[in-house]
């Protein structure tokens, strides 16, 4: 007897042929899971941006010399500074940044010029709208990297002497700096989070709901193999998102890739299986489709907001880098920012790929243990 006979004579099969059969049946959800992922990809990776620049600028220039309107120059040539006009007085710089028509404002004193003749250090400040903490970092950044670079072209000039340092920063893996380099990758990632564990949250709750969960109750089929039998299909369909992200990123996004495609699809096993072990679980606690959703959301909010998917984990309190820890696509996004950004290879991923593991098969022997073939 061949492997495919005795797989297809299993208790296993019938509820895997069952599963396919719904999937096809159910186009719409089909074309949710399949086309959804790459709807919010684009808006993921166009919308969510960690480099703020071009920040709506003023200038109040009470110096309107050469050096002055050079200093202007240098701004709005590091790119984080876009010029949208000029004001006369402090009164006009206030209304300007409270009403929202600009976000900071250089304001350059009439002695700033004869300061720097008189080999005095010239100031002039940045004024910036620190209601949103990352673009007034942003706009610190980018005025001390002006004042930097003019300073060191007045000590040039003056002095017909090079530098006496010249740093050369090189980053690696991403040169250009670009925020989309450092999100798409993760959107895999969340993505694959979110379909999976929603559609496996509500997968017994929507068979008991349609009745449907009795004819299962009277079947020869066991735990495992009813558990199996839901993962598997959903699994092929996580395969198929991931492969449309990825696709999508490097088509829009210009997303490298320098890894290996097939250790990325080794390993995103266990991911897969782990997310889907969750909504499993969940999927045996909650008594209905809302209550499924809700704690579906739960889970998946610290894995937005934790996983270093957009905030870094190292600028965490310890607390939340050690509920972090805790979470199946904290490991996942150093595999897919690994293989994809810097082409590392299973001897720098098996620690995030052990992790994975082990939960994916903890949380599965939880999730059968839960489940139980009774009607309450």
């Given at each position: 007897?061949?492997?495919?006979?005795?797989?297809?004579?299993?208790?296993?099969?019938?509820?895997?042929?069952?599963?396919?059969?719904?999937?096809?049946?159910?186009?719409?959800?089909?074309l949710m899971m399949t086309g959804l992922p790459a709807v919010q990809l684009v808006l993921?990776?166009?919308?969510?941006?960690?480099?703020?620049?071009?920040?709506?600028?003023?200038?109040?220039?009470?110096?309107?010399?050469?050096?002055?309107?050079?200093?202007?120059?240098?701004?709005?040539?590091?790119?984080?500074?876009?010029?949208?006009?000029?004001?006369?007085?402090?009164?006009?710089?206030?209304?300007?940044?409270?009403?929202?028509?600009?976000?900071?404002?250089?304001?350059?004193?009439?002695?700033?010029?004869?300061?720097?003749?008189?080999?005095?250090?010239?100031?002039?400040?940045?004024?910036?709208?620190?209601?949103?903490?990352?673009?007034?970092?942003?706009?610190?950044?980018?005025?001390?990297?002006?004042?930097?670079?003019?300073?060191?072209?007045?000590?040039?000039?003056?002095?017909?002497?090079?530098?006496?340092?010249?740093?050369?920063?090189?980053?690696?893996?991403?040169?250009?700096?670009?925020?989309?380099?450092?999100?798409?990758?993760?959107?895999?990632?969340?993505?694959?989070?979110?379909?999976?564990?929603?559609?496996?949250?509500?997968?017994?709750?929507?068979?008991?709901?349609?009745?449907?969960?009795?004819?299962?109750?009277?079947?020869?089929?066991?735990?495992?193999?009813?558990?199996?039998?839901?993962?598997?299909?959903?699994?092929?369909?996580?395969?198929?998102?991931?492969?449309?992200?990825?696709?999508?990123?490097?088509?829009?996004?210009?997303?490298?890739?320098?890894?290996?495609?097939?250790?990325?699809?080794?390993?995103?096993?266990?991911?897969?299986?782990?997310?889907?072990?969750?909504?499993?679980l969940i999927s045996t606690v909650a008594r209905n489709q809302v209550q499924a959703m809700?704690?579906?959301?739960?889970?998946?909010?610290?894995?937005?907001?934790?996983?270093?998917?957009?905030?870094?984990?190292?600028?965490?309190?310890?607390?939340?880098?050690?509920?972090?820890?805790?979470?199946?696509?904290?490991?996942?996004?150093?595999?897919?920012?690994?293989?994809?950004?810097?082409?590392?290879?299973?001897?720098?991923?098996?620690?995030?790929?052990?992790?994975?593991?082990?939960?994916?098969?903890?949380?599965?022997?939880?999730?059968?243990?839960?489940?139980?073939?009774?009607?309450?």
């Open positions: 007897m061949s492997l495919v006979t005795q797989f297809r004579e299993s208790r296993f099969w019938p509820m895997l042929w069952k599963e396919f059969i719904q999937m096809r049946r159910d186009r719409l959800t089909f993921f990776g166009y919308a969510i941006q960690t480099d703020v620049r071009h920040l709506k600028t003023v200038v109040l220039d009470e110096s309107r010399t050469a050096e002055s309107r050079a200093l202007v120059n240098v701004m709005v040539n590091t790119g984080s500074f876009d010029l949208v006009g000029a004001v006369s007085d402090r009164a006009q710089l206030r209304d300007a940044i409270e009403s929202g028509v600009a976000s900071a404002a250089l304001v350059i004193p009439p002695d700033y010029e004869r300061n720097i003749k008189r080999g005095r250090t010239a100031e002039a400040q940045i004024i910036v709208d620190a209601a949103d903490p990352q673009s007034s970092s942003s706009a610190i950044a980018g005025a001390q990297l002006a004042a930097l670079a003019r300073g060191a072209t007045i000590i040039s000039e003056r002095s017909r002497t090079a530098p006496p340092i010249d740093m050369r920063v090189r980053p690696w893996y991403n040169p250009e700096q670009r925020s989309a380099v450092f999100i798409v990758p993760g959107v895999i990632g969340i993505l694959l989070t979110i379909t999976m564990i929603l559609i496996t949250s509500t997968a017994i709750v929507r068979e008991r709901e349609r009745g449907t969960l009795e004819q299962l109750i009277v079947t020869p089929i066991s735990k495992p193999s009813l558990m199996l039998g839901k993962l598997v299909p959903f699994v092929l369909v996580g395969y198929v998102q991931m492969t449309v992200v990825m696709g999508l990123g490097k088509l829009i996004f210009r997303i490298p890739t320098v890894g290996s495609f097939a250790l990325l699809y080794l390993l995103t096993i266990p991911f897969i299986v782990a997310s889907l072990g969750v909504g499993l809700q704690f579906s959301f739960f889970f998946m909010l610290p894995n937005i907001l934790l996983s270093g998917y957009i905030f870094p984990r190292v600028a965490m309190p310890l607390p939340a880098q050690w509920l972090g820890l805790l979470l199946p696509l904290t490991y996942y996004l150093n595999i897919l920012r690994g293989i994809l950004l810097k082409g590392v290879g299973i001897a720098q991923l098996w620690r995030p790929t052990l992790a994975l593991s082990v939960f994916a098969t903890l949380i599965l022997l939880i999730s059968v243990r839960r489940f139980s073939k009774t009607i309450e």
